[in-house]
């Protein structure tokens, strides 16, 4: 009989052990604060938001920035393209909505940028995180 209640009390730990593993495994994680680089790249997050630099453009995504127990993201934010020189004064951005995808894995990020209006794919980026991004400003 004292064996019996073991193997009961044994079974419901291991259930609810079982359950809180699933749920933690379920929950959204998000990425922390800090930097992700790489060519022509550099992705800055801060706050649950991210800003990045990129060749000639930058944007920002507002968070939470979150991820799925895969690793898989779907971010929405603005892209900006960028010209050499300085802004004029009274000159609008040439800013446009934009979706962030892709994934991390660890310490690396495959990235994807697409503008929301036209569905024009601006690049595919790796970045790592820790890495400082190589990117080259408009002249």
């Known amino acids: 009989m004292a064996v019996?209640?073991?193997?009961?009390?044994?079974?419901?730990?291991l259930m609810i052990t079982?359950?809180?593993?699933?749920?933690?495994?379920?929950?959204?994680?998000?990425i922390p604060n800090g930097g992700w680089g790489g060519t022509h790249i550099q992705l800055t997050v801060a706050n649950g938001s991210a800003s990045i630099e990129y060749d000639c453009a930058n944007g920002s995504i507002d968070g939470p920035l979150k991820i799925d127990s895969r690793g898989r993201f779907?971010?929405?934010?603005?892209?900006?393209?960028?010209?050499?020189?300085?802004?004029?004064?009274g000159e609008?951005?040439?800013a446009s909505a934009a979706r962030y995808t892709g994934w991390?894995?660890?310490?690396?990020m495959k990235l994807?940028?697409?503008?929301?209006?036209?569905?024009?794919?601006?690049?595919?980026?790796?970045?790592?995180?820790?890495?400082?991004?190589?990117v080259f400003k408009c002249l």
């Open 74 to 89: 779907d971010w929405r934010g603005t892209h900006v393209r960028e010209h050499g020189g300085p802004l004029r004064i």
């Open 92 to 94: 609008n951005r040439d």
């Open 18 to 30: 079982l359950a809180f593993t699933l749920v933690q495994a379920k929950r959204p994680k998000t």
């Open 112 to 134: 994807t940028v697409t503008l929301v209006d036209s569905k024009t794919v601006v690049g595919t980026f790796e970045l790592t995180q820790g890495r400082q991004g190589r």
């Open 4 to 13: 019996n209640k073991m193997f009961a009390r044994l079974g419901a730990v």
């Open 104 to 108: 991390i894995d660890g310490k690396r």
